[in-house]
């Protein structure tokens, strides 16, 4: 079972390999740094996206319909399915959230991980501090910085125990 | 082309990476678990209509099955499971739409 900071070890490596230095975290080239290609596609609204592997071919699908935000945590989520050797679950046909979470689920314990990941290579541990050092919890000039939602931001602070910290 | 035993292997590492038993599979093909011992040991030839449903009890097209790829994935897709809550019939059609263009794409591009 991974945990928080095997996924945390394996964002900021491929941070430093792709040779980011600050946020937004280019996302993209991370993904290309993998050998993934990125494919925008017209997916309805509540489908984000998904990965696509066969032989040397390595695609992530993302909803061209959406924000910014919401397709770099699309890419980002889909690495972590891939980078946690995630399989073949496809079409889970569940919204998940906190409420119905069963952690004896594969499909759940999968998701949940994804986003673990995302959230470490989307907003790493070391570089929040550095911003909230500098201008303080201004979640909007974060959310605008690293590019997410501020729902995504709330609850990386939030789980890090920096919003706590860093409230006046 | 893919052999019984490979095939077999694919198939065990599959069903244990899904967390199911033999049993499990085995009812999903109307077959014992013994039977799929069998099969995951390479002893049987299956059927074109076995290798379907086990595609189906996967997700795993069967071509993907039949393919020697020794790679972990065996080109499963794994989709973010926000979709099909209150999906609308023409929202199922659209998606299985641009699912099979972006498989297209994705198998252009990287060609």
Sequence with gaps: MSTGVNNRDQAMSLIKMTGITHAPIDVEKVAQRLGFTIIEA????????????????KSIGINKNHNSSRKRFSI??????????????????EMLDDINFDFTNPIHRQEKEANMFAAELLMPKDF???????????????KEKYDVSEQSMWIRLTSLRLAEKYSK | MI???????????LRSRNNKSQGELGNYLSKSHAAISDIERGKTELSVSDL????QFFGVPVENLLSETTSPYYAGTISLHRAD????????????KARE???KKAREINQ
Excluded at chain 2, 3 to 13: N, W
Excluded at chain 2, 52 to 55: A, M, P, V
Aim: glycine content about 10%; charged content about 35%.
């Design chain 1, 42 to 57: 017209d997916f309805p609204d509540n489908y984000s996206g998904e990965i696509f592997i066969e032989g040397n071919v």
């Design chain 1, 76 to 93: 980002a989520h889909e690495l972590g399915h891939y980078l946690n050797a995630h399989q073949n679950f496809d079409d889970g046909g």
């Design chain 1, 128 to 142: 929040l501090i550095k911003d909230l050092n500098e201008f303080g919890l201004d979640i909007n000039k974060l």
């Design chain 2, 3 to 13: 052999t019984k035993e490979e095939l077999g292997r694919k198939i065990r590492d």
């Design chain 2, 52 to 55: 379907n449903k086990i595609s």
């Design chain 2, 85 to 96: 809550r209150g999906m609308s019939d023409m929202d199922k059609i659209k998606m299985q």
């Design chain 2, 101 to 103: 263009e972006f498989i």
